[in-house]
């Protein structure tokens, strides 16, 4: 995505309460991630991941979409592929609620 590195940052990654652990280095990162206009944006560290999960299928047009677009959500998914990027319920709150993160 073009951003710099900000520090490297070491966790143990294990599944689930698994008894098998790995030692994983990873990046940190500071991004920005806003509305289309960038009227609003909220900027927040990450951590690097090759693959966060497997191909995801995009969101298809239904009866609920004129719902969406009442509340001026647009839906920009239109093909299927990777994540880029996982936000926790502490980002998309700022992001839904248009509040200005403190970071």
Same mark, same amino acid.
């Given at each position: 995505?073009?951003?710099?590195?900000?520090? +490297? +940052?070491?966790l143990?990654? &294990?599944?689930?309460?698994?008894?098998?652990? +790995?030692?994983?280095?990873?990046?940190?990162?500071? @991004?920005? #991630?806003?509305?289309?206009?960038?009227?609003? #944006?909220?900027?927040?560290?990450?951590?690097d991941?090759?693959? @966060?999960?497997?191909?995801?299928?995009? @969101?298809?047009?239904?009866?609920?979409?004129?719902?969406?677009?009442?509340?001026?959500?647009?839906?920009?998914?239109?093909k299927?592929?990777?994540?880029?990027?996982?936000?926790? &319920?502490? @980002? &998309?709150?700022?992001?839904?609620?248009?509040?200005?993160?403190?970071?």
């Open positions: 995505m073009g951003y710099e590195s900000l520090r +490297e +940052e070491t143990i990654h &294990a599944l689930f309460g698994g008894s098998e652990s +790995e030692v994983v280095k990873h990046s940190e990162y500071r @991004i920005q #991630v806003g509305n289309l206009n960038k009227k609003y #944006v909220c900027n927040f560290n990450v951590l991941q090759p693959v @966060i999960c497997s191909n995801v299928t995009c @969101i298809k047009e239904g009866p609920w979409t004129s719902e969406l677009k009442h509340f001026e959500i647009d839906l920009h998914d239109t299927d592929g990777p994540i880029d990027v996982l936000i926790g &319920a502490d @980002i &998309a709150g700022k992001l839904f609620y248009r509040k200005k993160s403190r970071y």
